[in-house]
């Protein structure tokens, strides 16, 4: 499903990927806002997030990396307004971006403002039984319905697969869980087990309370 | 290669096993270990290819790394005199400017490092002006910035400009960094995204021994390996983790 999702038309507006996924596009260019992160290098001509955010045309995708840069950077409020600026802005097809929440502080309530902002989030969680990676998305659909969803993936050769987490078969579980009968008697050479006789007069036998 | 080769002899050195390709090397302090003897070795690796080196140290002052370098097979002040190494220590100028808000003790916070990274750059470029060796840049370590009253996202962007520095060609960069908060977690981990070999040297989880000082995670994209490692006078013996009686006790 999370596949579909990322690759139905109308591409959905903006997915935010928490964790440590990458996302490469086609035809693209490259705006370097990391090797001149404070403007010491005065030969190079700067240029602001903002502005170049305005000049983006109809079609295009924006793809973000990293999220908490741009917030180092910019700092909080100036990221959330040029991710809104570019999510209101009627043409821009797509907007991607990479969060890593290890690299902000207060990582919960910086989270929910742009999963508040997002139309589809998705958390990388950690690894669990399978060893397929699994994400947690929240897929916010046009008409309002919202979906949430874990799901595992995993990469075959150049293609991304997603499956829905099956449930396992108590039944299955309960089988595999279940140890064999052992025969005590097998044990070992001495006779552990009584015979009936034997288990009868155990049970006639008055014992003696002092 | 030779018996003398310290990337084959010496235990840290050949668990390590850093290559020229490896331009971006993060070191991760955890706790109460002690990270200062990866960089002394790779110091050694790297006067020892004839490389060039340019040492910010915030954390221990050029007598230790002379000291140490003379334990390990190699003689510090010798290679500045010869301009091999070019040194910058913040340490003393702090303590030159107690009492004055100059240089490193300043307000201006975001100039602190700005200055800092046009030291470096000035030394890298002396320093590679024409040979065509490779230098590396040693920071140790990034989280007494911290302690400057830098803020995060500032030293988040001065990493970030030393990092930017390889991509001119022969210039390699070697940053250690404590943690013990989660702001120290944020830096360190900035780097560890980046970085081509991430080293992580933490205490061991059950306490202190007398076998083991403690452990080493080298982790690159392919792989990632454990070793114990235990400190002695005048050298550091590493081992596959369980195997400290063979080691230790021949």
Sequence with gaps: MLRSYLTTLPHTKFVLIEGQVHVSGENVI????????????????????????????????????????????????????VFNLLKTKTGVQQIITLFHTDLVEDK???????????????????KFISGNGRVHYTYKKLGGKIIKQIEEYKFEGEEFVTQKIEKPDPKKLLESSMRPEVDPETL??????????????????????? | MSLGDPRISNPVLSALKIKLEDRIISVKENGHADSNFILTHLIKQILYEKNKLCLVSFHNSIDHYQNVGKKLGYDL????????????????????NIGFEENYLQENKENVVKCLYFDIKKSLDELLGGSDSQAYL?????????????????????????VNLINTDGISVVVNSHVSSKIDEIISSNLQYIADVHIDVSPLKTGRSTD????????????????????????????HPGESIYHLYK
Excluded: M
């Design chain 2, 212 to 239: 083991v000082t403690g452990l080493i995670t080298i982790e690159r994209l392919s792989e990632k390996s454990q070793y114990h490692f235990k400190a002695f006078d005048r050298g550091i013996k590493t081992f």
């Design chain 1, 108 to 126: 919960d309530k910086l989270s929910r403002y742009f999963e508040h902002l997002s139309t589809l989030s998705i958390c990388i969680e950690p």
């Design chain 2, 138 to 162: 040693v920071i140790d370590d990034l989280s007494h910035l911290l302690d400057l009253g830098v803020e995060s996202s500032l030293i988040v962007n001065f990493a970030n400009y030393c």
């Design chain 1, 30 to 81: 490259l705006h370097d806002f990391a090797s001149d992160v404070c403007g010491w290098d005065t030969s190079k001509n700067k240029e602001d997030l903002e502005s170049v955010a305005s000049r983006l045309n109809a079609g295009d995708v924006v793809i973000v990396d990293s999220l908490a840069h741009a917030i180092f950077q910019y700092g909080l409020a100036e990221t959330y307004r």
């Design chain 2, 77 to 96: 002040l010798n290679a500045v005199e010869a301009n091999e190494v070019k040194l910058i220590e913040p340490i003393k100028d702090i303590v030159e």
């Design chain 1, 188 to 210: 070992t050479t001495f006779k552990i087990g009584l015979t009936d006789t034997e288990r009868e007069s155990r049970d006639k036998l008055d014992l003696p309370y002092v």
